[in-house]
């Protein structure tokens, strides 16, 4: 079979990775892809989002199954239209898909079926939310509705950080028209755990745990990211807790959607708080997180195409999925100055001396091929992921190989999988 991957990022390199290890594909494509993809996958000049784009080449190759990976163009419809035009997807469809482009119709399906999750209140005009914030008890989260990759999320501890958040937000529009509307939360405290499910909208089957690292800076400190690095799995994620969060979240949350008239198919993405109170819902992904991915996807045991085909074909009962019960840690090496500005097309180092070790994993996220050979293209530049029989052995495998990485302004992060946050030691 012929698969499209559509993406260009770390997630992308990961997916691109795992299936090309089914014996079922007999050719592999990626739109955009990138500088490492490129590798074990032919790039198609295609931007994610373009959708007539994607689905003209779906049609003239004969792709057997397109993977729409980002939230962008399942935002937009790409699956939908690609089923419209006699096209097999993975990916939920674009009513579906709110479930993530949109914060303020998470939170109101949660309220509605009674899954749990901060109180929190919806503002669409600046003035508004700023006469509110003498109301709220502090600290909060202000975020914007929309999609924001990842980085539409300010905490603020008083009332003056809060308004400087409402005004970079709506009156700023740093982050377009993500900010249009925004939701001021209670802050929830407690350990963060990332839970991503497969579903074809009747059978739900919970990957193995994860936990991102959202802040910029060691002991998450610094401004959010798209994801600084990633363990799996998650010391906080028990038998006791994942069947809580099974029976009180995963499972509601389909069947939310299917009451609603949006079934979901494909990964559905749980971004979890494990409170003193009991597992709340921070966010819902419509996808695999980024750089969630590289940890969990080195794990499955189980051909990636073959569970594909099965969500897409409502037989996801049918399949048996298998886990390697090695620990994953992803140390993200991120360009100077993410998440802010910026430069690109910086040369990197390194790369090959790092591929020939072994149960070490390179997923490239910002890189180009150029003639001078592999530079720099993207804030989050590479994901150096290693597996180890204990945390502690992979994170000495991440980082021990990502030292022989380098290019100019190169920043990443020390603790990924190294330390455990004293405050949700005893949940």
């Not at 079934?263 to 419509?286: C, I, K, Q, W």
């Amino acid at each position: 079979m012929k698969v499209l991957v559509v993406g260009g990022g770390g997630r992308e390199h990961a997916l691109v990775w795992k299936l090309r290890q089914s014996p079922r594909v007999t050719k592999l494509y990626c739109a955009p892809g990138n500088g490492g993809i490129a590798s074990l996958a032919e790039c198609v000049d295609i931007c994610a989002t373009d959708i007539c784009g994607i689905v003209n080449f779906a049609k003239k190759s004969e792709i057997g199954m397109t993977v729409v990976a980002p939230d962008d163009p399942l935002a937009m419809g790409m699956v939908d239209a690609l089923e419209e035009n006699g096209l097999r997807a993975f990916g939920p469809r674009k009513a579906a898909a709110a479930i993530e482009s949109s914060k303020v119709f998470a939170k109101e399906l949660m309220r509605k079926y009674g899954i749990p999750t901060a109180a929190y209140r919806v503002f669409e005009h600046f003035e508004e939310a700023v006469a509110a914030l003498g109301k709220l008890h502090y600290p909060v989260v202000v975020k914007a509705d929309g999609l924001a990759l990842g980085k539409g999320v300010i905490s603020a501890s008083g009332e003056e950080e809060a308004e400087a958040a409402l005004k970079s937000i709506m009156k700023e529009k740093k982050f377009g028209k993500a900010g249009e509307r925004v939701l001021i939360e209670e802050l929830l405290t407690g350990p963060e755990v990332s839970i991503l499910a497969f579903t074809d909208g009747k059978t739900v089957v919970p990957m193995v745990s994860a936990q991102d690292h959202k802040k910029a800076y060691d002991h998450d400190r610094g401004p959010n990211t798209g994801g600084m690095g990633a363990i799996s799995p998650s010391p906080f994620y028990t038998q006791d807790v994942a069947s809580c969060v099974e029976r009180s979240i995963i499972r509601p949350t389909v069947e939310a959607m299917n009451r609603e008239g949006r079934t979901f198919r494909g990964v559905l993405y749980f971004g979890l708080m494990l409170t003193s109170d009991g597992p709340r819902v921070l966010e819902y992904n419509a996808r695999f997180g980024d750089p969630e991915a590289q940890v969990v996807l080195p794990r499955l045991k189980t051909d990636l195409l073959e569970i594909m085909e099965a969500v897409t074909e409502e037989r996801l009962d049918k399949v048996s999925i298998e886990w390697d019960k090695k620990a994953a840690v992803c140390v993200v090496a991120a360009s100077g100055g993410y998440p802010g500005s910026y430069g690109k097309g910086l040369p990197i180092y390194g790369l090959e001396q790092a591929d020939k070790e072994h149960g070490i994993l390179l997923f490239h996220a910002g890189t180009k091929q150029t003639e001078a050979g592999l530079v720099t293209d993207g804030g989050r530049v590479l994901g150096v992921t290693a597996l180890g029989d204990t945390m502690e052995d992979a994170a000495e495998k991440a980082y021990g190989r990502i030292g022989t990485i380098c290019f100019r302004d190169m920043q990443y992060r020390k603790d990924i999988g190294t330390e455990i946050a004293e405050r949700g030691e005893k949940w």
